[in-house]
């Protein structure tokens, strides 16, 4: 029973920064890729970042350099730090856990960025 809850998201100017969090239960959350993906109404879901249980990242382009993922393993805690925000970057952002014996994702319930003025 993995539960993975997210938070953070909120309405913010364009330039503007929020951080999101996701906090994991039911799941050895060291041995865990965490990922955060996105989707706008009428667009694919799209992988924003991942990290790694020993810490790597990878970034879609549309958000290198303004976005930031980040674990705390002590807190069973992955963050999205996010910085710039344009009003592209307007979507329901999504947590999502997967361990490389898994046939399934996890994902939480989504938490809404809006960026708009």
């Known amino acids: 029973q993995v539960q993975l809850v997210e938070s953070g998201g909120g309405l913010v100017q364009p330039g503007g920064s929020l951080r999101l969090s996701c906090t994991a239960s039911?799941?050895?959350?060291?041995?865990?890729?965490m990922h955060w993906y996105r989707q706008a109404p009428g667009k694919e879901r799209e992988l924003v970042a991942r990290?790694?249980?020993?810490?790597?990242?990878n970034y879609a382009d549309s958000v290198k350099g303004r976005f930031t993922i980040s674990r705390d393993n002590a807190k069973n805690t992955v963050y999205l730090q996010m910085n710039s925000l344009k009003p592209e970057d307007t979507a329901v952002y999504y947590c999502?856990?997967?361990?490389?014996?898994?046939?399934?994702?996890?994902w939480g319930q989504g938490t809404q960025v809006t960026v708009s003025s």
């Open positions: 999502v856990a997967n361990q490389p014996s898994w046939n399934y994702d996890s």
């Open positions: 039911g799941i050895i959350f060291s041995l865990t890729a």
């Open positions: 990290i790694s249980g020993v810490g790597g990242t």
